[in-house]
């Protein structure tokens, strides 16, 4: 019973991380440019893709270095090309493309990859179980968290004292005073908007590792990273963080004793939040209700 | 009368007389009937839809869950507890619509953006159920089998199972009850409390509204328009499927919408015309034909944001 408590929570808070780091990104550009972005679980398939792409050159390592950050590129490219004109209208429209782009990305990778699943080989050591007893801690998995509490970070210490974070935290309080002190708010969005993309990137790569590739993949991740922000509070990345980690811990307990309801716990753990605290757990009044 | 009066008319008299006549003129176009019937519930579902995005401007994009339950409501009925067509339309309304509005509650505080994550994700609850519940609703497979069941009207039966034109008319017929009271709620004081929130809500507040309770109640009737169209879809299958309420049958209906054209009545069906027959048309020649409904998201929003009844409508102002 221990032994299935501790297998099931580790598993939980291993898919929180996950959901953490595409909620993260989802929240960055939904905090500064007020697009949800529909295509984010589109990107991680993307980034997964690249690095199943690259991995026969330039090994494991080299594809978790090299694939986000040429999906941040390709994120940028869409960004500059497709959202950057929805900007200053309702935030419906660019729901819709991303929404649309979201069904291209997949087709997409379909057609260029096909539908049947692709494995991604890490290396030889990673791959072991730690030890005998608790035999579901792989050192992929033990590494798939360091890798995502170090960029989690990264980021927060980039957002703090980083003259890029410093104009992006203020940027999402608001905008339009920024933009008076002279900062070139299209800049700002764009690099925004790849900072995200990169984490989603990150998140294909990790993920590829651990499950393998498939078109559909995207799709699955995408809800939970909603909750987690919802759940967190939206406007505050520390929400975002905490609901990611709930949320994951919550289904992990769920498979426990109501398997069934694994999935069914997150919206359940939702509108407990909502009927309580409405604007999240860390969500300020005001911010975005 | 004047003569935007009687422009009005005439486009409306045009609309229910090619309503009317499409079992006529439908299949010398090469179309068939039951592709009109799919158009008329369609389009009433992103009539609703509309309903509360363009005439009150809350954007759901969870509404297929509403239409899903609609449909759900209804197979049950007919599958587990009375073979009569007329009571699941009523149990397919009631059940998506109090839903509706009851979780409404919980979400109407919220604004813009967050708005639509919360009805997002609360859609999604209704997809999951459908699909885990397997020993009620068949799961993955859908719920079947169940059958819409002959009209008995006490001095006639009409055959809507097997008489495609007659069902046409069945749900012409429905069609034309929801829409003449969604005219009917837009004119009153209450529709137009609708649209004052719409422009500017703040001001809106400011004049002694209560705005929350008029956008609950604004979501709620949607709901139960929406429902009342799945509990119709649910007739023309025969069938209910998970896939129904999943959110991205909620972008279909608010990609019609908009593609019809968000501020005008009749947009949404024009939208949903558009949208049935095209996708009908690209599954039969292409295995790829989710990307190219995807960009028709993505061109719908860079070129006609203000769909094809705002074109129209501006180039003829012009």
Redesign the interface.
């Known amino acids: 019973m221990t032994q299935l408590l501790v297998f099931n929570i580790t598993n939980g808070l291993i898919i929180g991380t996950f959901y953490v780091l595409m909620a993260l990104g989802l929240s960055l550009i939904l905090n500064l440019s007020n697009v949800i972005n529909f295509a984010h679980g589109g990107f991680l398939v993307i980034g997964g893709y690249i690095a199943y792409t690259i991995t026969p050159y330039v090994g494991f390592w080299g594809a978790l270095l090299i694939a986000p950050p040429l999906t941040a590129v390709i994120g940028l490219a869409v960004e500059r090309v497709l959202i950057r004109p929805l900007y200053g209208r309702d935030p419906l429209y660019s729901l819709l493309l991303t929404f649309g782009l979201a069904f291209i990305i997949e087709d997409g990778t379909r057609f260029i990859w096909g539908a049947q699943g692709k494995p991604v080989t890490i290396p030889a050591f990673l791959a072991q179980p730690l030890s005998y007893e608790f035999f579901f801690i792989t050192g992929y998995r033990l590494f798939m968290v360091a890798v995502v509490l170090f960029i989690v970070a990264l980021l927060f210490l980039l957002l703090r004292y980083t003259r890029l974070g410093i104009r992006i935290r203020a940027g999402t309080l608001d905008l339009e005073t920024v933009s008076a002190l002279g900062v070139n708010v299209r800049t700002l969005r764009s690099l925004n908007f790849a900072v995200g993309i990169y984490l989603a990137g990150l998140s294909g790569v990790l993920a590829a590792g651990q499950l393998g590739l498939e078109p559909t993949m995207g799709a699955g991740v995408l809800m939970p990273s909603f909750i987690a922000i919802i759940v967190g509070g939206v406007g505050s990345l520390t929400g975002t963080l905490l609901g990611g980690l709930l949320i994951g811990v919550a289904s992990g307990l769920a498979a426990v004793f109501l398997p069934a309801a694994s999935e069914a716990i997150m919206y359940v753990l939702m509108a407990v939040v909502l009927l309580i605290r409405p604007r999240g757990l860390l969500g300020e009044e005001g911010m975005m209700t | 009368m004047s003569g935007e009066q009687a422009r009005k008319l005439i486009v409306i008299v045009a609309i229910w007389l090619l309503l009317l006549l499409a079992p006529y003129w439908m299949p010398p176009l090469g179309g068939y009937t039951a592709l009109g019937t799919r158009v008329l519930v369609l389009g009433l579902a992103a009539m609703s839809v509309n309903f509360l ?1 363009g005439f009150t401007g809350v ?1 759901s ?1 969870g509404h297929a869950a509403w239409f899903g339950l609609g449909a759900y409501g209804c197979g049950l009925m007919l599958k587990f507890v009375a073979l009569s067509t007329p009571l699941g339309l009523i149990a397919g309304t009631v059940l998506g619509g109090v839903l509706g509005g009851l979780l409404g509650t ?2 109407v ?6 708005f ?3 009805t ?3 859609g ?2 209704f997809y ?2 459908a699909f ?1 519940w397997s020993s009620l609703t068949g799961g993955d497979d859908g719920l079947r089998p169940f059958s819409r069941q002959p009209l008995h009207l006490g001095f006639a039966t009409v055959d809507i199972l097997s008489d495609a034109t007659a069902f046409y008319y069945f749900v012409l017929f429905c069609f034309a009850l929801a829409v003449a009271v969604m005219g009917f709620i837009l004119r009153s004081p209450f529709g137009r409390t609708m649209l004052a929130i719409r422009e500017n809500e703040r001001r809106a507040r400011f004049l002694g509204i209560p705005v929350e309770r008029h956008i609950w109640i604004a979501f709620t009737l949607s709901c139960f328009f929406m429902a009342y169209a799945g509990s119709l879809y649910a007739l023309v299958n025969n069938f209910a499927d998970p896939r129904g309420l999943h ?1 991205s049958q909620s ?1 279909d209906f ?2 019609m919408a ?1 593609m019809g054209g968000m501020r005008s009545f009749w947009g949404p069906l024009l939208g949903a015309a558009v949208f049935v027959v095209l996708q009908d048309y690209l599954s039969s020649v292409t295995i ?1 034909w ?2 190219f ?6 061109l ?3 070129f006609f ?1 203000r769909g094809l009844l705002g074109v129209i409508r501006r180039k003829s102002e012009a």
């Not at chain 2, 409904?293 to 993505?298: A, S, Y």
Request: charge should be positive; hydrophobic fraction near 65%; proline fraction near 2%.
């Open positions: 995005l954007l994009f919980l979400i505080r919220r604004r813009g953006v967050y639509a994550m919360v997002i994700a609360f999604q609850v999951y159920i885990q959110y972008g608010v990609i908009v790829n989710m990307s409904v995807g960009l028709l998201f993505v719908v929003v860079l944001p």
